[in-house]
Structure formats: structure tokens, C-alpha cells
DNA sequence: TGTTAGCACTCAAGATAAAAGAGTGCTAAT
DNA sequence: ATTAGCACTCTTTTATCTTGAGTGCTAACA
């Protein structure tokens, strides 16, 4: 725990390395701080700061940059906690609610209106791991071998899709998938629609095989995207960041990959968390990246993450209050989707 | 119309540059060409393509590289014509169809799989700009006040969506959407659903104002995504390629903005063809794009385009074919879905 | 007339050297 | 505890030289 000084040095060298990109001198720092001493005492200030871990030096006649541990103090114990202004809240809740009649989309959208936002790629994950059930499956026939399917979950997200059917869909067939789907489909663990469960079921369907099967395949998709369906976006943000564009390929294959899973494992954070660079991330490459992330609840229970990807200088003054709002936003209207 | 050794130069270096990304001397050449003709000769015939207007030079003591007078008669008239070996055609048709299962992604599982195969950013217009018409509306109940919303149209598109009503929707409701969908969305061109001729059939919808309007504009971004949305597929390649990426986020916002629509306004060409660079872009900076464009049949009728947008140093020789071929198998694949 | 060897010339790219500049760390004075 | 002063370090910039690929031209040759 440093000085009051210290702790206004290390923030400004934090928001002006954020500004700049470029490592931070003594001199800039005195023109900054409201403290009228000289940029010698500044560097005595900064060498004591460097050995305690907070600052690092690119080489020996550059000025500081903040490490790993000095982001880490800034963030959890100097950043402004900003509200964000309430016009522009209000302005984020009526751009929700406007994309919100398509309730299949809603997380997809607060996730585009997050990254607009922070101009980071947005990370949006439904699922907190625990307890999701199938509330609801319907299903309309369009034409003779097409139906639609909708799949409602107990945590409000709605999933739906048009299916071709390899025959034709008969009214029996309709009444056999009626009858699996109340019986096997309905107040199911999301978890059980694998391959092997759903062709058990089809097993059931007799002569009607040929057009329950693929509808039953239709819904374990629709589980699976209701359960487990991580999705990115704005993933064009990665590409046109100055600090993370060399690595943006690796970072975006890993987050496609499995690997943005096994870090979200644990389901959503209790409150919003900064996790940087990779303090917590498995891939040694992905130094300067950082991710924030926010849970947000739907009613009393918990709901997913909302999360965003971005470089380590990014405005977290700006972007936490942001994304705060945008998950609780989002928790809201969930919350009123559910109760019908 | 230059002699065929001229051709064969020329072929050479559209090749060679293609490959290596750096301007083709004389003495490359004289490794790769079977003719066995010295460097001088070589050096004579490249001056006379210079003048011709086929090969620049970006210095003086630099190789020759291809004008885009130089590509566009390579294109035209030297382009091998190759088939895709018959057992990538297979695997190819093989992945869509596992793929179709879901009409209302076809399309876009298309240009997934082409861009994939061809590294570039996939381009898929839907709508051939012609008599476009509704072919079926549905509609089915999902809860108290949502609605699982189906639209099919004359070429074949299918979408879905789910939709959120400002009130309940009770029998009459659905009696009420029902008949005003019958009388005058059926049958009805797509281009016919605008905001205006929406608000006019609400305001029939009387006391069920509350629900049904919800689900007419629903309706209508159906329509309008059935109509007219161009898709991009793969977006990150732009960004992975060396010689777009300067100029990728401006390209990017272009085909994102109007522009594209614009460009296509004219609805698929009769065959494939290639734009290359600025030839038929308006943007000035798009020196280095190319985009090839091939349109896909339904049945009989005219379709929608598919194509590829890439830099100018692609390998058209595998793209083209590629190209055709998806092309080709999703107009089949189309077809056979609209006959049912 | 078409082809080729030979050679001077050009110009980008790379290497090397020198100069500039920003910033530090230390010392000694206040 | 603070500060002015200054030597020192290391990157960045600038200038100069060298290298080498490739051309264009000329003159000889088949």
C-alpha cells in the first residue's frame, strides 16, 4: 500500500500509457499531476514504484509502463468507478428495446451494442452451467417436409429453426413427435440431448422414423445452442486494435475453439471481474489481452456472462460502467420475458 | 491480340506474381517458360507487353508485374479452364447437404463453404431483384405473447423468427393475423412491405391493435431479409491477407454499407465474371480487390449471386471453379427444396 | 528479321556509421 | 524530503555507402 502519491503517480502513468501507447517520463508525468515537485522527485517516486513491481522499464532510458501488477492495482483499487451518463442509459435501454421483440436475438444484440460501445469484441455466454431445463417445445409444419421448431429453456432464451424432414410430416407424425417431445423432451436437463438420447427416442418413432428423426435432431441443436453456445461479436475489433492485431488470429482461433469454455467453466463471475493478460489465460502468446466480464442474473436466479475482449490499454473507466449497465440491462429484460 | 509466345509471357507472370507477391524478371521467366529463348528475348517481349498496356513496372530496375489490363486478358482468354477433381465435388456437395437440413441456412452454409475453400470472404445475395412473391405466411403460438413467425417465398428462402407481442395473444388474435395474411400479405411481392403498407394493415387488426402489429412487422424484416440481405461470410479473411489488410476495414465498411447493394443492384450476371480491382468499384482505394461473382439458378428461374471478394493476387484457377461449382449445387439444392 | 551476348545504367533495399534525443540514476546542495 | 545538475545509456533518426537485381540498348550472329 503506497503513499497517496505513489497511488496518484502510478495512475496517471496507467492513463497516460493508455493514451498513448507510449511509456511514461517523469517529465510528462509533472506537467500531469497536480502536485507541484520536480520530475527528480517524480523518478524517485517511479523507482521505488518500479521496485515494488507496479511499473516495468522497456529499456534502461525509457520512461515506465505499468506491469501486470500495476494494471491489476489501478483497476481494483484507483479506477474511477464512473456511472454512465443517464441519457446515454437511456438511450442504450430504448436501442435494447427495440431489437428486443426478436427474443431469440436479445443476447446476440446486447452483445452488438456492447461492442459498439466499447469497440472491443463482445462475448456473450447463456449458459451458467447449472440446472437448465426444457420448458417448452413447439413445432408448426410449413409444407409438407418442413417445420419450424422453437425450444424455450428455463432461463428465458427462446431458440428456434426450420427443419427438411426426409418424408413427408403426416398428421401421425406430428401427433408421434407430439407425444416423445411431452413425454421425454419437456422439463429435460438441457445436458441429456445428446446423439445416443435422441436416437433412442427416434427408435420410438415407428414407421414414422423418417420424419421425427430429423426433427428430434433439430432440437438437440436447438439445446445445444440454447445451453452451450458461446457467441463473439464484433470480432472485427480484434483485427483493427493497433496492440492486439499481431496476435488477433491466435486469439480468435482460441476463443472459437474449446478454450473460451474451459474458461468460463466455472459459470459467471459473482460481480464484474477484469481478468489480464494472461494472469488467467492458458495461451502463453495472449500477453496483451485482456477480458471483463459481468454476470447477469435472470429474476433471482443467476443468468449468464456478458463479457468483453479486448487489449490490456483499453478505457476502464469508460468500458466497466458500460458493460455493467449492459448486463444489468440485459438481466432486466430477460427477467420480463420469463414472467408470461 | 499478341503472338502466343507473348500469351504464354504473359500467362507466366500473372502466375508467378500470383505466387510470390513480387514483380517477374526476365530471367525467372526464362527458368519457368518452355520455350528455350534467352533473357533478351524475353526482356524484348516484355518491353512490347509494357507498351501494349499488359505488364507495369513499379521502377525502373524492378520485374514486370501485371497491369489490370494484363489480369483481365488472362482472365479473358488465358485462364485454364479446370474442373474440381470429382471426389472434392462430392465431399463438398456431401457437407452442404449434411448442412441442409436447415433451409433457412442454406444459403449461408453456402458461402461458409466457400469461403472456407477458397480463403476468401464469401458473398451471398439472395435476391435476384425480380418478382419476388410470399409464398405462405405462418404462424405459431409460443407461450401468452410470443409467436414463432415462418415466411416462404417464391424462390425458395425460407425464415423464421420469433416475436414478442405488446399484448397477449388470445384465439382472436391469431384469427385476426390469420385472415389479414391470407387476404393480403400472401402472394404479395416483397418489395410491397414497406413501413407504411404494414401500418396501414394494423390498423385493421382494430382492438387486437396490440398483438398483431408486433407480428406484421415481424413479417416484415422476414420479407425484407428474405429480399434483400446480402450475406457475408468470413469476414476475417480480409483481414488475414497480406495484401488486403491495409485496406481492409475500408472494404469491409463498404460492403457492409450500401455499396454492395448498389453494386449488385443489377442482379446476377449471366455468368460468372470477375471485377477486378477499382474496374468497377467506386471506391478509390479498393485497387487491390477483386471480387468474383457467379449467379445460381432455381428451377428455372434466375436466383440470387454468390461470389467472392479477395485481392487481386488469387489463385482463379481453383477459385473459379469452386465458385461455379457451389453455385451450380446450391441452385440444385434449392430447387429440389421448393419442389414439396 | 528474329535472336542473343555483353555492358552500362538505374533504383530499391540493406548495411554501417554518426548524430540526436529522451529519460534515467546519482550526487550534492537546499 | 526535495531539487538542480550532469554524466550515462540506449533507442530513434538521419545520412552515406554498398550491393544486387533487372532493365534497355547496341552490336554481332543465324
Keep these: ?25 517523469s517529465k510528462r508525468l509533472m506537467e500531469v499531476l497536480p502536485d507541484s515537485v520536480s520530475s527528480a522527485t517524480i523518478r524517485n517516486e517511479m523507482a521505488e514504484l518500479a521496485e515494488l513491481g507496479f511499473l516495468e ?30 441519457e446515454q442509459k437511456k438511450a442504450l435501454e430504448e436501442q435494447l428495446r427495440a431489437r428486443a421483440r426478436e427474443p431469440e436475438r436479445l443476447l446476440e444484440n446486447a452483445g452488438k451494442l456492447l461492442a459498439e460501445l466499447t469497440a472491443c469484441t463482445a462475448l456473450c455466454v447463456p449458459c451458467a452451467g447449472v440446472e437448465l431445463r426444457v420448458k417448452r417445445v413447439e413445432i408448426a409444419p410449413l409444407g409438407r417436409s418442413m417445420a419450424m421448431l422453437a425450444l424455450l429453456t428455463t432461463n428465458g432464451a427462446v431458440k428456434s429453426k426450420v427443419i427438411r424432414t426426409e418424408s413427408a410430416l403426416s398428421p401421425q407424425a406430428l401427433e408421434v413427435f407430439g407425444a416423445l417431445s411431452r413425454e421425454h423432451l419437456v422439463g429435460a436437463p438441457l445436458e441429456l440431448f445428446t446423439q445416443p438420447f435422441l436416437q433412442s427416442l427416434a427408435a420410438k418413432a415407428g414407421t414414422e422414423f423418417l420424419a421425427v428423426a430429423p426433427l428430434l435432431i433439430g432440437v438437440a441443436e436447438l439445446a445445444r445452442e440454447a445451453a452451450g453456445q458461446e457467441v463473439l461479436v464484433g470480432e472485427s475489433h480484434l483485427f483493427q486494435n493497433p496492440q492486439l492485431e499481431p496476435q488477433a488470429k491466435t486469439l480468435l482461433d482460441f476463443l472459437q475453439s474449446a478454450g473460451l469454455a474451459r474458461l468460463l467453466q466455472d459459470g459467471p ?55 455493467k449497465f449492459i448486463a444489468a440491462l440485459l438481466g432486466r429484460m430477460l427477467t420480463q420475458g420469463l414472467e408470461e
Design 57 to 86: 522499464q522497456p529499456h534502461t532510458s525509457a520512461g515506465r509502463v505499468p506491469s501486470l501488477q500495476g494494471y491489476r492495482y489501478y483497476i481494483d483499487h484507483l479506477l474511477p468507478q464512473l456511472e454512465m451518463p443517464p
Design 269 to 323: 463471475p459473482a460481480h464484474v471481474s477484469v481478468l489480464l493478460g494472461n494472469e488467467s489465460f492458458p495461451l502463453p502468446d495472449l500477453r496483451d489481452v485482456t477480458m471483463v466480464l459481468a454476470p447477469y442474473a435472470i429474476g433471482a436466479a443467476q443468468g449468464g456472462t456478458l463479457g468483453i475482449v479486448g487489449p490490456l490499454r483499453m478505457d476502464f473507466a469508460k468500458v466497466i460502467p458500460a458493460l
Design 1 to 25: 500500500m503506497p503513499s497517496e502519491r505513489k497511488r496518484r503517480i502510478l495512475a496517471a502513468i496507467v492513463e497516460l500509457y493508455n493514451e498513448t501507447g507510449e511509456p511514461v517520463g
